[in-house]
């Protein structure tokens, strides 16, 4: 005569819940804002006129 074995009780494995972040930011693409560099160019071109017009008007003259 065979014997009874109990079922063994289920052994769920659950994952751990998803970052809801995680996938969004898979998506995204690294690198920069196009208007921030318009805005860079426009300073940087600026600051050099500046600098080439103080040159222009007080020459220094020094050794």
Known sequence: MPQFTSPRPMKLTLRKPRNPL??????????RHQSATDAHALRQQARLELRRLLRD????DSP
Do not use: E, H, T
Request: aromatic share 8%; charged share 30%; glycine share 8%.
């Open 22 to 31: 995680v996938a969004p930011a898979l998506k995204r693409q690294a690198g």
């Open 57 to 60: 008007r007080f020459p220094d």
